[in-house]
């Protein structure tokens, strides 16, 4: 199974994502966590952040999901995922999709801004920020949403809310 968190920076999908691996990982030992800035690091950063690098950077993520999906690994990936046509291919060519949508309005991400990304952008400082520059599309088929209400119950409910949805990753 490949659980995919989408929301913008700041979102929290990385730290929800961290926390559904270490609650998962113990009787789960074929699970990866896959984090979309991690996954771009680790290919130098040659897929910028315009929407074409990010099309690049999504393309090589879904390929990859993809190959550990056909080995039986479970991948956890926390990515922004901007683009509707590659969570559609990720419903066609993954045995099992389970889509996580963190639907936070983007005032509370300016509010949260940990890596200055939003002050940047509106100041012109930063390029190709997703919700000022480019624009999010909602993702249309979510298997579930965790909207800002839920995620003011902590991360450790949120994980458990997932948990509870998604069959068994023996």
Not at 1 to 4: A, D, E, N, T, Y
Not at 47 to 58: F, P
Not at 87 to 92: A, E, L, T
């Given at each position: 199974?490949?659980?995919?968190l ?7 999908k990385?730290t ?11 009787t789960t030992?074929?699970l ?14 040659d ?12 393309e ?26 590659w ?6 060519q ?7 949508f ?8 300016i509010?949260r801004?940990?890596?200055g ?6 100041e ?5 920020v ?9 993702p ?25 949805s998604i069959p068994?990753?023996?």
């Open positions: 199974m490949i659980i995919w989408i929301g913008m920076s700041g979102s929290g990385s929800i994502g961290r926390d559904l691996y270490a609650a998962l990982k113990p030992p074929n990866l966590y896959l984090d979309g800035d991690e996954f771009r690091e680790m290919f130098r950063n897929a910028d952040h315009t929407v074409e690098g990010r099309y690049k950077n999504a090589r993520i879904s390929h990859t999901c993809r190959m550990l999906d056909r080995q039986g690994i479970h991948v956890i990936a926390t990515v922004l995922s901007i683009f509707p046509e969570q559609k291919w990720n419903r066609d993954l045995d099992a999709y389970y889509e996580v963190l639907d936070i309005p983007l005032e509370t991400l509010s801004d940990v890596k990304l939003y002050q940047g952008a509106k012109g400082r930063i390029p190709n997703v919700g000022i520059d480019i624009p999010f599309p909602r249309p088929h979510a298997d579930m949403i965790i909207d800002e209400e839920m995620q003011r119950n902590g991360v450790s409910a949120c994980a458990t809310h997932i948990l509870k068994d990753l023996s």
